[in-house]
């Protein structure tokens, strides 16, 4: 059964590398971001960890588990931003996103929205799933 939130997992951390070599690509954000081999599977590995505290915290407290999809993953995507990007910065992987100007702000902040979306869609789809197959 796990397996499935890992791959739902996955699939946020890729889509959200995406829109970060978009972005970076474009000339839309200054990140500085690099995707190198190591650097995806530690960026996938991370996705994995903060998915899996995103389900531990749905599973443990009911009211947030009954919030919109898109209302939770957003705000959790906007407080893992803020965690893993303030880290980053200081350890000098990246630049600070709010000293490169908005552009990069608004760019870094969707992608991690987009993979809290993502994260708490997979999580309330086959949360769901379970419960409908156990009834």
């Known amino acids: 059964m796990y397996w499935k939130y ?8 890729l889509v ?11 000339g839309i954000s200054t990140l500085g971001a690099r995707i190198t081999f190591g650097q995806l ?24 588990a009954k919030t919109n999809f898109w209302l939770l993953g957003s705000i959790y995507g906007a407080i893992v931003w803020g965690l893993l990007i303030s880290i980053n ?4 992987t990246i630049n600070a996103p ?12 969707f992608a991690f929205i987009v993979y809290g979306i993502i ?14 197959f156990n009834v």
């Open 89 to 92: 910065s200081a350890q000098g």
């Open 41 to 64: 599977i530690m960026h996938i590995l991370a996705g994995q960890a903060a998915g899996f505290l995103l389900m531990v915290i749905m599973q443990g407290i009911t009211g947030i």
């Open 119 to 132: 994260s708490a869609y997979t999580i309330k789809n086959f949360g769901e799933q379970q419960i409908k």
């Open 16 to 26: 959200q590398a995406a829109v970060i070599a978009s972005s970076e690509f474009l």
């Open 6 to 13: 890992s791959v739902g997992f996955l699939i946020a951390s």
């Open 98 to 109: 709010w000293t490169q100007g908005i552009s990069t702000v608004i760019a870094s902040l």
